[in-house]
């Protein structure tokens, strides 16, 4: 699975973007206007830590090899949307750096590397031991309640 000028960008999202949760509508919008497409649930090939910062907000940190493999929505998007979303989630101000990671491709050990949002490296680490170097699989109701 690899992006090209007709999928866009493949983004692996795992938090408040995902159905259900409260920045999903900004993906629903995109889906309706033809500039996002759902291609299904995965998981990161490798662990890495998802915990929550202030305000139950989820952050993913490029911490290879802790927390746990990742559950999450993954979007083939367009230029437009990838620069919606990367407003969203504040790029330009430091809260998120969107890098690639790898999802484990379901097929035959395929593996893909797509783009997601971590924590921005300035504050990664502190979110980590604040959260007791631990992390979850999955951003739930339960997370987002009481993180």
């Known amino acids: 699975m690899v992006a090209d000028d007709k999928t866009g960008t493949l983004v692996f999202t795992y938090g408040t973007l995902k159905q259900g949760f409260s920045n999903h509508g900004l993906i629903q919008d995109m889906i309706s206007t033809g500039d ?3 291609l299904g649930n995965y998981q990161t090939l490798e ?13 993913l940190i490029n911490l290879p090899g802790s927390g746990e493999k990742v559950w999450g929505e993954l979007y083939a998007v367009s230029p437009r949307a990838l620069t919606r979303m990367d407003e ?4 330009s101000r430091g809260h998120y750096e969107r890098l ?3 999802i484990d491709g379901g097929k035959d050990g395929e593996v893909s590397y797509v783009e997601a949002y971590y924590a921005h490296r300035n504050y990664a680490m502190e979110l980590w ?4 170097e631990r ?13």
């Open 36 to 38: 996002a497409v759902f």
């Open 47 to 59: 662990k890495l830590p998802l915990v929550c910062g202030p305000y139950r907000v989820p952050f």
């Open 88 to 91: 969203l989630e504040g790029t």
């Open 100 to 102: 690639p990671v790898a």
């Open 129 to 132: 031991k604040k959260n007791g």
């Open 135 to 147: 992390g979850f699989s999955s951003y739930t109701e339960k997370e987002a309640k009481g993180c």
